[in-house]
């Protein structure tokens, strides 16, 4: 199991509770697990449902979601509901390279989102058209 050197000074996390969503089993543990050796206590989700069970308003001082893992939409609609219940939970987003994390919501995901609708409905026309 990889563990990665320790960092000089206290860790910015250290002590600190996350809820981490990843649908992917390995990823998500080896995520923990390095959180976890920095002195964080992680709780993890492999789904959105699951995520809105654990979450509860002042409970998280960071949620850490990989956006890639799920649709567009659905991680939106999950970040814009727990920040309406709680403005002050902080968010951190996996990304991807090659910025790997995002504190703010990734336009990018929007913007694919939207490519993809427009790429379905030319195809539906295109169809419809033969």
């Known amino acids: 199991m990889y563990f990665p050197p320790p960092l ?13 969503i990843d649908r992917c089993q390995p990823t ?5 697990s390095v ?3 920095h002195n964080v206590e992680v709780h993890s989700a492999e789904d959105l449902s699951t995520a809105r069970l654990l979450w509860q308003s002042n409970t998280y001082d960071l949620i850490l979601l990989d956006v890639r893992r799920y649709l567009p939409g659905d991680a939106l609609e999950f970040y814009e509901q727990t920040k309406g219940a709680s403005p ?3 968010f951190a987003f996996l990304v991807g390279p090659p910025v790997y994390l995002s504190i703010t919501w990734p336009e990018q995901i929007i913007d694919s989102e939207r490519g993809a609708r427009q790429w379905a409905e030319t195809m539906k026309r295109l169809a419809a058209a033969a």
């Open 88 to 90: 002050r939970q902080r």
């Open 28 to 32: 998500r543990e080896v995520r923990a």
């Open 35 to 37: 959180l976890q050796s």
């Open 8 to 20: 000089r000074g206290r860790p910015v996390l250290d002590g600190k509770k996350v809820l981490l």
